[in-house]
């Protein structure tokens, strides 16, 4: 099996308390039929910076917000696992990154 991350872009946050709660329910009905293909849960990121090749840093304003690193056999099973993911329904796009065992 393969490690995959699932890179979350855009999206936006459940507006009521009730859409938070079945949001999060959302969550946890995923990462149980994920099982253990999930290798990390990932989490939400917020403030980014980008480092230049000449060592230079500002601010990043790409729309990357959060990751998940799930295992599969192929790229095309971790798509079909990521149509599930829950921030698809929030309006984020998920970017699906085949990772490669070198280390």
């Excluded at 998940?68 to 798509?79: G, K, M, P, Y």
């Amino acid at each position: 099996m393969t490690n995959y991350v699932l890179v979350s872009h855009g999206g936006s946050m459940p507006e009521t308390p009730e859409e938070g709660v079945r949001f999060m329910q959302a969550w946890t009905d995923w990462y149980d039929e994920l099982g253990a293909r999930i290798v990390d849960r990932g989490n939400p990121m917020a403030v980014k910076k980008q480092i230049a090749p000449d060592g230079s840093v500002s601010d990043d304003s790409g729309t990357m917000n959060g990751y998940i690193i799930i295992r599969a056999d192929s790229l095309d099973e971790a798509v079909a696992l990521a149509k599930g993911c829950p921030v698809l329904g929030g309006g984020s796009t998920l970017q699906v990154v085949e990772t490669y065992a070198m280390m």
